[in-house]
Every structure is written in C-alpha cells, then in structure tokens.
C-alpha cells in the first residue's frame, strides 16, 4: 500500500473522507479559482505573454501538483516572480508576445519541469539548501519592487521601449507620464488598488481582486473606456507622419532580414563547427563565419537603435479628431483649423515592433483593455524540446526551478505547521515538476505554489487536494463559457492586481533579522538586493552573486572553524577561555576543534596550537577536545599526526577526548590511533583532564607541584 500511496499519493485523501469534507473542498477550490482567474491573467502579462495564456497556466497545473504532491492545500498555478523570470530570461531570445516568445514560455515550463521532477525521483530536495535565506530575502524584495514598478506603464497609459537595465525602462515611463499621462486609466487602476485594499480591511475572505475585477470590466463596457480607431494615413492630417512610417517600415524590415541572414549563418557555424569537431584550432570559414555573425549582430543592435528612436517619436505625436458621418479625420494637437469641432480626446498611434500598415493605423482614443480572449481549451500538444534548445534554457530552468520550489515549500511547511500534516519536500518536486511538464501540454508556461492563493485555500477550510481539482474545473468552464466577460477588462486594473499581490513579498525586516544574527549575512542580503536591482531585468545575476556571496563565507568559515582554548568558568564548566575571560592553566592547554577536520583547513589547526604554545611558553600538555570534529579526510589525518610528531619532539604531550565513531573509525584505519596511544585516548573532557593533572601536576617535578591555583583542578572532585 506504502508503494502504491508513493506513486498515487492522491489516494490517501479518501481516508475517512465524507460529503461533508467534499463541500467543503467544493467551497474552497471556487473561491480559490475566483481569485486566480484575474490573477492568472496578471501574471501572463508580467510573463510576456497574452493575457489568456494565465488562464491556459491555470488550467492542468493546480490539478496536477494536488494530485502528485504531498501538501493538501498548496495551490499551485501563475506566480509573480515565477512570471517576471520567465519574462526577462526569453526576451533576448525573441520579442515578448510573439509566436516565437510564447513557444519558448511553454518549452521553458517543460525544462523547468524535468529539472524538478529528476530533484525529486532522485531525493535531491536538499539542493534547495544552496539558497541561503539571506540571498532569498534580498533576492524576493528587489523583484517584488522591480514588479511593482514594471507595471507603471500600464498604470500611467503610456507605452515605452524597454531599455537594457530596469531603472533606465522606469526613466523612459517616467518622461512619458510627464508628457501625458491618460487620467482615466490611472483612474481605474487607483480605484481597482482601493477596492481591494477596502474589501480586505473589511474581511479577508471576501474575494477582494475578483470584485475588482469585476466592477471595473462593467464600468469600462458601459463608459466605452476602450476608443481605438483604424484609418489610412491620410486621415492624418500631418505631412511629415507618412514620412516617418515610411522610414520606421524600412527599418524594421533591415532588422527582420538581418534577423534571418544571422540566423541563417548561426546554422552555417553550427554546422561547420561539427564538420571540425574532432580537430584542433578554428577553420578559416568558421572563423570568416563567427566574424559574419558579429558584424550582423552589431548592424542589428543599430538598427534597433534607431528603430526604437523612430518609435518613440510616434509615440510622442498627439492628435485631435473629427468624426463626420462615422469617417475619422484627425489634426495635430493644437493645430486643428478654425471652425472645426473635435471630439475631446487625445489620440495616439500604436505602434510595437511590427511593420505599420499605412492603410490601416491604430489611433488609441481611450485606455487599453485585455480584448479578445480565444474561447475555449487550449490545445493539447507536447512542446518541441530539442538538445540545443534544452542546454539554452537550462540555467535559467534551474534558477526557475529551485526559487520556485523553494517558495512552495516553504508557504507548504507553513500550512502543514497549523494543520499537522507531514511534508514530503521530495514528494513535493515530483509534484511541481508533473504540474510544469504536463501544463506545458496543455499550453502552461513555468508555474509555482502561491503564497496568497494557498492562504485562501487553507482559510477556506479546504480538506485535501480535492480544492485544487475543483479551482481547474472552474478554470476550464471559464475558458469555454465566460471568457466574452473579460474583453472589457482595463489593462490598468490587471496592473493593480500585480502590484497589490506583491506588497507582500516586501520585507524589511528580514534585512535587519539577516544582520542580527551575523552581519556578513545581512551583507550578503542587502548585496544581493542591490545587484538584482542593478542588473534587472536581468534577476539571475542577483542570485548568482548572492549564492557566489554565501559559499565564499562558507568556505572561509570551514578554512578557519573556531579553535578555541579551554577553561573552567564558576559552574565548573569548561568553555572558551577567551570568550568568557577566563584564566587558563600555564601548563596543560584544553583546545576545542569546532568543524570536520579536513584538507581546507587541516593547517588551521597546527597554526592555532603552535600559536598557544607561543604564549605559554611553560606549557606541558595539549589536550584536544574532539567533540567538535565531525568528519575528517586523508589530509587531516594526516596534519594531526605530523602535529602529535612535533608537540611530542618538543617535550609536549598530546591527548585526545570525546572523539566520535567516524573520527575514531579513520584514526584506527590509519594507525594514528596506535601512534597516539590508547592512554592518551578518553571518554570525555573529565576524565582526560584528571588524568592530565595527574600527570603534570600530582607526578611531576615542577616547583609548584600539587598546584592550588590551576583552575583545571577545581573542575575534578577532590576524591577522584
């Protein structure tokens, strides 16, 4: 049964399950699924891609990792930071919300999900462990502002070239809501914000976003929010327009030939490199091919440039029109003609990264909204996922992968601390990564566990996995009966639902927790804070140096571990003498050994011990106190016996104490354990040193034989 429950862990729901337990799972997985319907939304947008597509992520996945995974309440599906990393890990590799972006997203859910489930199957869970708190802390409150602030654009209504870092992007927002700002659409995503922030001081359990939603998307249908028009160029009365879009076309069709020749070349590289595989050096036409290569991406990157200037001079450009008999004219603003009424309302040209149809511009008039929603299931077909496309997203999959994991575990052991549930972290990867791979089938891009949908899942009640079953059905009816609703839905109020789910990722105080507990930790989380700020969008490299940051201090600390010298405190305790200012014996040094003795830091040892001897120049016995040393290696075994050779050629001896069976097991296999000698050799700490005083201060020739004042002496009863 063991076997069966490990493959179907599902099946240990309907133990003493009842009808009663199933409301209550039915109640919980449809306010679960009313909160991340407009969240999924979100999230897809912050991720690149249509909006739908958060729904189409909403749709296999909360089922699966129920199913699969070992936490009764997790909900899984659309996460914020899981979305912003999926986003700024493809754009170089195509423009968001393009057919190429998108097969990506989904090929990239698929590479994520293999890397969790091979964790899992393997036991690997404990990888985790490589993200510090501290990089996770600094890691979390630098995407969530970097997440708030991505979204000001579509809070302001105003539409900007992405820049190579994110505060450059937010400067180019910032000019651009200065120049106009379109007051409707903040007014929307002000009032969503309110809505949401009022309902839940109100009772947390009212399904704040879904409301929002909901009154906003009727309010924008029956204020007609959304104006776009659709004229020729010559209904815009500007003689230098035509010019320009003229110019912008040109350019943007050089880049998608030189996109093309480049990766026409890339294909020549790759196959001229196997062609010389087995040789030394670089062919003449691989090396005339790389060089290709590198003078198309420089043309490109120019081009770019430029197109992106010509862009954002469109953009700037504001119009007035004039509707007579349902045909549009549309004036410079400022510079309609006397006599001429208009409509109020400024107008702008949209305009991205395609080609724009002279004949048909798109004037926008009004805000944006979510539009046409494709009506029903998402078609199910396995991603194409070759060995070149796999080692491409490879490194971001695993940074995906574990940051993911780590979150959903970490909101799973929260849960599973008030309802009493044992956690299964292996189990728990099979589960996220079956979600992510069987998603990608059905059009999902990478997904994670939700802190705030799994809060609402527990405060709902919900029994088991069941919830989670229920939160898909209620997406699939969604996708084929109710997307229409959702057409109307402002852009702005998608931003605000985004920027109030990550309020919560802000955490201030987990800096100053960091620092308390070891100043270098709260370094490491501030430095990791700031450089993922940095070089945003960019956010591996925030976790890189964070976890670069936390091995380096790992590997100092394991190269110098605390070696300390022992003494007895008023409690007849031994503990460290330098901590604790305590005074030592001048002639047997106790040295306690915190850490596994091993190569990095076998030297260590012998520079602290020769460095006692220095400062007690009468000292006559060295007595290790091993109960620090956990492991030790060829390279330390050997270090203590070279180390137990020169105390003893200089007239000191050497003992050891509270040794553990591992340490003792390579001692004997070595011999050291026979060259130290088995006299030298004790239990614990008292009984070592009793026999020591013995030794150096009972039966001994020094002046101040049977010592008074050796503080070691009171720490053995005087019948011993």
């Keep these: 049964m063991n076997i069966i429950l490990k493959f179907f862990p599902f099946l240990a729901w309907f133990k003493d399950y009842s009808g009663g337990k199933f409301k209550i799972d039915l109640l919980a997985g449809i306010t679960v699924a009313l909160v991340l319907i407009p969240q999924s939304m979100a999230y897809a947008q912050l991720a690149g891609l249509p909006a739908y597509y958060g729904l189409y992520a909403a749709f296999l996945p909360p089922m699966v990792a129920a199913l699969f995974g070992s936490s009764r309440q997790l909900a899984t599906g659309p996460v914020a930071v899981v979305s912003l990393m999926s986003a700024a890990s493809l754009e170089p590799l195509a423009t ?13 859910a698929l590479t994520v999900g293999i890397f969790q489930f091979s964790l899992g199957v393997l036991r690997l869970g404990l990888v985790v462990n490589f993200l510090s708190h501290p990089v996770v802390n600094g890691f979390t409150n630098a995407a969530a502002i970097i997440i708030a602030s991505s979204q000001f654009s579509k809070f302001f209504g105003v539409y900007v ?100 020749k480049r990766a026409t070349t ?9 062609k010389h595989s087995a040789g030394y050096g670089k062919s003449i036409d691989l090396i005339k091919l790389e060089s290709e290569i590198a003078i198309l991406t420089s ?78 299931l998402p078609t199910l077909s396995i991603p194409e996922l070759n060995g070149k496309s796999f080692l491409k997203l490879l490194p971001t999959a695993i940074i995906i992968s574990l940051l993911g994991f780590m979150e959903a575990i970490a909101i799973a052991k929260a849960m599973a601390a008030q309802t009493g549930q044992k956690l299964d972290p292996n189990q728990e990867l099979v589960g996220q990564g079956l979600a992510n791979m069987i998603g990608s089938i059905g059009q999902s891009y990478a997904v994670s566990g939700s802190f705030s949908r799994s809060a609402v899942n527990l405060q709902a009640g919900a029994v088991s996995g069941i919830s989670s079953v229920v ?12 997307t229409p609703l959702l057409y109307h839905l402002p852009q702005a109020v998608l931003a605000a639902v985004i920027m109030m789910a990550v309020i919560g990722l802000v955490n201030i105080k987990g800096f100053v927790h960091a620092w308390k507990a070891q100043w270098y930790d709260g370094a490491i989380s501030i430095l990791s804070f700031a450089v993922t700020l940095y070089f945003a969008p960019h956010l591996d490299k925030g976790i890189m140096v964070g976890v670069a940051l936390s091995m380096t201090v790992f590997l100092y600390k394991s190269m ?21 200012r305590l005074k030592g014996c001048r002639h047997i040094s106790v040295v306690r050994f915190d850490g596994a003795l091993f190569f990095a830091n076998a030297s260590y040892l012998d520079e602290q011990v020769l ?76 009984a070592a040193v009793a026999a020591l005083i013995d030794k150096v201060h009972t039966n001994t020739d020094l002046p101040e034989k049977g010592c008074k004042s050796c503080p070691l002496t009171q720490y053995i009863p005087a019948d011993s």
Aim: aromatic letters at 8%.
């Design 266 to 274: 890339g294909i020549a590289v790759d196959e001229e490199k196997a």
């Design 611 to 686: 460095k006692y001897r220095n400062e007690q120049p009468d000292l006559r016995y060295i007595l290790l106190d091993a109960r620090g040393i956990n492991d030790m290696d060829a390279s330390g075994e050997e270090a203590l016996e070279m180390l137990v050779k020169r105390l003893r050629s200089a007239g000191v001896g050497f003992a050891m104490c509270g040794l553990k069976g591992q340490v003792l097991s390579v001692m004997e296999r070595t011999g050291l354990l026979a060259k130290i000698g088995e006299d030298e050799i004790f239990a614990d700490s008292r």
């Design 299 to 376: 043309e490109m990157d120019v081009l770019k440039h430029d197109a992106s200037m010509m862009r954002e001079e469109i953009r700037y450009m504001k119009f007035e029109g004039v509707e007579k008999d349902g045909t549009y004219t549309f004036y410079p603003k400022g510079a309609v003609p006397a006599g001429i009424t208009t409509d109020n309302n400024t107008w702008r040209i949209k305009v991205g990264n395609e080609v724009l149809n002279a004949a048909k511009i798109k004037l926008m008039g009004g805000g944006a909204i979510v539009a046409d929603i494709p009506k029903g």
């Design 560 to 580: 110098r571990p605390v070696v300390a010298s022992l003494s007895m405190n008023e409690e007849k305790v031994l503990q460290s003498a330098e901590h604790f």
């Design 96 to 108: 968001a919300g393009s057919a190429e972006f998108i097969a990506y997203s989904v090929t990239l």
């Design 471 to 482: 939160t898909s059905i209620m997406v699939i009816v969604t996708l084929l009966f109710f």
């Design 161 to 260: 070239d992405k820049a190579p870092h994110h505060y450059e992007t937010m400067m180019r927002v910032a000019q651009a809501a200065m120049d106009y700002t379109h007051l409707p659409t903040l007014l929307y995503g002000a009032a969503a914000v309110a809505i949401m922030v009022t309902l839940k001081k109100i009772n947390p359990r009212i399904p704040n976003v879904l409301i929002a939603v909901a009154l906003t998307t009727v309010i924008s249908w029956a204020t007609g929010f959304n104006k776009d028009a659709y004229v020729d160029v010559s209904a815009i009365q500007d003689p230098v327009l035509s010019e320009k879009i003229s110019q912008f076309n040109t350019t943007i069709k050089a880049i998608t030939q030189t996109g093309q």
